[in-house]
């Protein structure tokens, strides 16, 4: 009864939601770089264009607000995204496709050399 009411135990569970977390956020800001490159690219030309649309009706620098727009709504949806992922309770270990975040093999993958066939005869 008494651990169960424990101050420590609340303190260790809010270390293990920071924890979740900010590896939530470390591994949806490193898939949005890697996988969601067309998608960068496309932020990128989209915001380029609507940088000289805005730069004759704005007299102030578009292309700051057009950049610090992009980037304050790409940390946004990292930020939230993680923090729904830890709110609902999906910590990464449990997600099968994050093996390369915890340095494990994905066993599924066998090498099977073209020679093997000629040479592996010859070893005993």
């Known amino acids: ?21 900010l590896i939530w956020t470390f591994t949806l800001a490193v898939c949005l770089l890697i996988a969601g490159f067309p998608l960068v690219i496309l932020m990128v030309v989209v915001g380029s264009l609507l940088a000289v649309i805005l730069q004759s009706v704005i007299p102030m620098s578009s292309v700051l607000l057009v950049a ?21 309770g999906v910590h990464p270990d449990q997600v099968s496709w994050l093996r390369w975040l915890q340095g494990e093999e994905n066993p599924r993958n066998i090498s099977v050399f073209a020679a093997c066939p000629l040479t592996c005869a010859t070893r005993n």
């Open 68 to 88: 610090g727009g992009i980037i304050g709504l790409n940390i946004l949806g990292i930020m939230l995204g993680a923090a729904m992922l830890t709110l609902r």
């Open 1 to 21: 009864m008494a651990l169960s009411h424990s101050p420590s135990l609340g303190n260790f569970y809010a270390l293990l939601m920071i924890k979740s977390f």
